[in-house]
Nanobody
């Protein structure tokens, strides 16, 4: 059983920065495909960034502003968010796909996720 606990959300002004952390426990963290999803009110959950080994994916709207990384020794997933915009406001979820392989790549789909964190709110004011 894998547990994921996010932290680091909050309220920030447009143009500001936040760093989200996801602490994992249980399982072979280094082998998992990991990702950050977000869900805004009335919208579907979407992948923001994914990472599998050294492969990384970003959705177009966050490229150049967000950076995903992982520390396998500490079993931690990070998301550095810079130049935040009001449209980045959402609940952000850490996600793990334990069966991912190189053919699948780092672009996780919601239905492929095996474990979810509880979510952390990010609010960007204009």
């Amino acid at each position: 059983q894998v547990q994921l606990v996010e932290s680091g959300g909050g309220l920030v002004q447009a143009g500001g920065s936040l760093r989200l952390s996801c602490a994992a426990s249980g399982g072979a963290f280094s082998r998992y495909g990991m990702g950050w999803f977000r869900q805004a009110p009335g919208k579907e959950r979407e992948l923001v960034a994914g990472i599998l080994w050294s492969m990384i994916y970003y959705r177009d709207s966050v490229k150049g502003r967000f950076s995903i990384s992982r520390d396998n020794a500490k079993m931690t997933l990070l998301l550095q968010m810079n130049s935040l915009k009001p449209e980045d406001t959402a609940v952000y979820y850490c996600a793990a796909d334990v069966d991912r392989n190189s053919y699948s790549g780092p672009r996780l789909e919601s239905y492929e996720v095996d474990y979810w964190g509880q979510g952390t709110q990010v609010t960007v004011s204009s």
